[in-house]
């Protein structure tokens, strides 16, 4: 499969932990590029509805080269720390600049990692689950799977060897 990963951190942190580690199982039967939304310049959607009647964005930054990206994988994985009970503003960023091209998202499958600094059965954790339910109920996403980690300092993740075993069978898993 062609994946290509949202990394909605911009630190090399935990999420950047999580997701180096799914892909040392994923490399064997995938091709995968990552997205980093922080490294880039994507202005947030105006809500202009332009791109319901031309091809795409009509920002002239990075947006529509991502998007391509995006459309062009079978399967996203998304992966954000947890900030203010919700995803982080560099994923939703991404998010929302999808609107303009919403049809050719459909049908993906989809994966979500998220890590946050309180335990796993924060409602926080919930929040984010039902936002990403409600899009692949929209989208007909095929989810694979959606894990949450509790994790704070920079390398704690790194630290959880059940969840870096965890990570790397997720990796294995998709073919
Ligand atoms: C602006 C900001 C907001 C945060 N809000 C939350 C929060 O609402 N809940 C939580 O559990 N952790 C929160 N955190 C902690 C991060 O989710 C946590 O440190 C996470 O491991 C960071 O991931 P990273 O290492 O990939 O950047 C917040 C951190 C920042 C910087």
């Not at 995938?30 to 009647?53: F, R, T, V, Y």
């Not at 954790?125 to 959606?146: D, N």
Request: charge should be neutral; aromatic fraction near 8%.
């Amino acid at each position: 499969m062609k994946i290509v990963i949202i990394n909605g951190s911009a630190r090399k942190g935990n999420t950047l932990t999580a997701i180096n580690t799914f892909i040392k199982g994923a490399a064997e039967h995938n091709e995968i590029e990552m997205i980093s939304p922080d490294k880039l310049h994507i202005a947030p959607c105006k809500g202009c509805k332009a791109c319901q009647c031309h091809k795409g964005c009509v920002d002239q930054d990075d947006t529509n080269p991502t998007i391509d990206k995006i459309a062009a994988a079978d399967m996203i994985l998304f992966a954000t720390p947890v900030y203010w009970w919700g995803m982080t503003a560099q994923l939703k960023l991404v998010i929302d600049k999808c609107y303009c091209r919403g049809l050719q998202l459909k049908g993906k499958k989809v994966g979500i990692i998220v890590t946050g600094g309180a335990p796993v059965d924060n409602v926080q954790y919930e929040l984010i689950r039902k936002q990403f339910e409600c899009m692949a109920g929209y989208l007909s996403w095929e989810v694979l799977f959606f894990k949450t980690y509790s994790a704070n300092a920079k390398d704690e993740l790194a630290g959880n060897v059940e969840a870096m075993e965890e990570l790397d069978k997720l990796g294995q898993g998709v073919k």
